[in-house]
């Protein structure tokens, strides 16, 4: 069965520094992936998604980034933290043919100081 | 552009008790549909999914969801809540007309339980 990582659960980083998180997929091959923003009371914005390796679409204009240096690694960066960009951050992933639903992990919960 | 409205923020219900959330949709075509479930802390889990037949679909624990396209809805329903069904609700649509890569999702409906 496919299983989805996300790491680490809770940050707290300060206003200015670098930001990597990871994002992970077992037991599935090409799949599209999914980085997405989830503030407090709101639903989902999502940030980047990606079709395969090496490429990567955005969805809104921000300070985040997004890369795909393997086929089932997905990783969300900054080079310098805003306190704008705390929140909840969810990674998904869906089957890269037809029509299928995502699949989420459990999240990093970032706070900016 | 597709849109997912939930218009119900928050609803309380007793345990119990029976369960409709309300879902409305804007799409150009037929779309396809999600509910998902979030605990506190925690990211989504799949209840169910809409792609076409059938327009009464079962979900798990106990949910179901009926599409109605005279309506742009796809409400979800349960007959009787348990304490553990105290969650947040998320509808979301996408489809072909925007490539299946993306969803949109609904601003969600958190769910109390009382006893």
């Known amino acids: 069965s496919q299983t989805i990582h996300q790491w680490p659960a809770t940050l707290v980083q300060p206003v200015g520094s670098p930001l990597s998180l990871e994002c992970t997929v077992e037991g599935t091959s090409n799949p599209n992936l999914y980085w997405y923003r989830q503030a407090a009371g709101r639903g989902l914005q999502l940030l980047f998604y990606?079709?395969?390796?090496?490429?990567i679409s955005s969805e809104v204009p921000q300070n985040l980034s997004a890369s795909r240096p393997q086929d089932r690694q997905f990783i969300l960066s900054s080079k310098k933290l805003l306190l704008s960009d705390s929140g909840f951050y969810l990674c998904a992933w869906s089957e890269g043919r037809g029509h299928q639903p995502q699949h989420f992990g459990d999240g990093t919960r970032l706070s900016i100081l | 552009a597709q849109s997912v409205t939930q218009p119900d923020i928050h609803i309380t219900v007793s345990e119990g008790a029976s369960l409709e959330l309300r879902c409305n949709y804007s799409?150009?075509?037929?779309?396809?549909l999600f509910w998902y479930v979030q605990s506190p802390g925690q990211g989504l889990q799949l209840l169910l999914k809409y792609f076409s037949g059938d327009t009464l679909v079962q979900g798990i624990k106990g949910f179901e969801a009926e599409f109605k396209r005279s309506q742009s809805s796809f409400n979800l329903r349960k007959p009787s809540v348990h304490w553990s069904d105290a969650a947040e609700y998320f509808c979301a649509v996408g489809g072909p007309l925007f490539g299946n890569e993306k969803l949109t999702f609904g601003t969600g409906t958190r769910l109390t339980i009382i006893p």
């Open positions: 799409y150009g075509a037929t779309p396809y």
């Open positions: 990606s079709v395969g390796i090496g490429q």
